[in-house]
Nanobody, 118 residues
Framework: QVQLVESGGGLVQPGGSLRLSCAAS????????TDWYRQTPEKQRELVAR??????VNYADSVKGRFSISRDAKDTVYLQMNSLKPEDTAMYYC?????????????WGQGTQVTVSS
């Protein structure tokens, strides 16, 4: 079973930056989409950024212009977060979707905590 492992979270002051990484423990075939989600105890999990294999990128309105999603040749997924705000505080999860026939199989990481506070 391939596992996703996130890293790069931590405590940062407002206006600061963090770069999250998400690495798979093995090979994932037929990747179709790579996502970053976030969740707080008060809110449902929300999609922050999405990158499809055909290059389509989508961001939540709340992070547009500040966050950037990318993926390297080893399928490590990154989320560059700039100009961080206290409301960005959340547990961040990466997710990779791979095609299995007509279905999309989802892989999830355990999450990495991001706290934005002075």
């Amino acid at each position: 079973q391939v596992q996703l492992v996130e890293s790069g979270g931590g405590l940062v002051q407002p206006g600061g930056s963090l770069r999250l990484s998400c690495a798979a423990s093995g090979i994932i075939y037929n990747i179709k989409v790579t996502d970053w989600y976030r969740q707080t105890p008060e809110k449902q999990r929300e999609l922050v950024a999405r990158l499809t294999t055909n290059g389509v990128v989508n961001y939540a309105d709340s992070v547009k212009g500040r966050f950037s999603i990318s993926r390297d040749a080893k399928d490590t997924v990154y989320l560059q977060m700039n100009s961080l705000k206290p409301e960005d505080t959340a547990m961040y999860y990466c997710s990779i979707g791979s095609a299995v026939g007509d279905f999309l199989r989802r892989y999830w990481g355990q999450g990495t905590q991001v706290t934005v506070s002075s």
